[in-house]
Nanobody, 114 residues
Framework: QVQLVESGGGLVQPGGSLRLSCVAS????????LGWYRQAPGKERELVAT?????RTDYADSVQGRFTISRDNAMVYLQMNSLKPEDTAVYYC??????????WGQGTLVTVSS
């Protein structure tokens, strides 16, 4: 079993930066890919960025060049720069284990507004 807890959300002005963190606990040796997803009000949950155990990264087109995902043992981070109002959403951490179903964190709210 893997558990995930996110932190780092908050209110930021357009053009600002935030860093989200997610700590994994439990059977972390089972984790293959870690990722960040987001869900804006009235919209479907969407992929933001993922990073594999081998550190291969993938980004949504909408955040490419502004967001950076990184990983350190049981932690995964999302550095968000040049934030826009349309980045406002609840951000979720997700772990894809080698076996079994994906695991989600509880989410952290990011609000980009002046």
């Amino acid at each position: 079993q893997v558990q995930l807890v996110e932190s780092g959300g908050g209110l930021v002005q357009p053009g600002g930066s935030l860093r989200l963190s997610c700590v994994a606990s439990g059977s972390i040796f089972l984790i293959n890919t870690l990722g960040w997803y987001r869900q804006a009000p009235g919209k479907e949950r969407e992929l933001v960025a993922t990073i594999t155990r081998g550190s291969r990264t993938d980004y949504a087109d909408s955040v490419q060049g502004r967001f950076t995902i990184s990983r350190d043992n049981a932690m995964v981070y999302l550095q968000m720069n040049s934030l826009k109002p349309e980045d406002t959403a609840v951000y979720y951490c997700r772990a894809d284990p080698i076996i079994g179903r994906e695991v989600w964190g509880q989410g952290t709210l990011v609000t980009v507004s002046s």
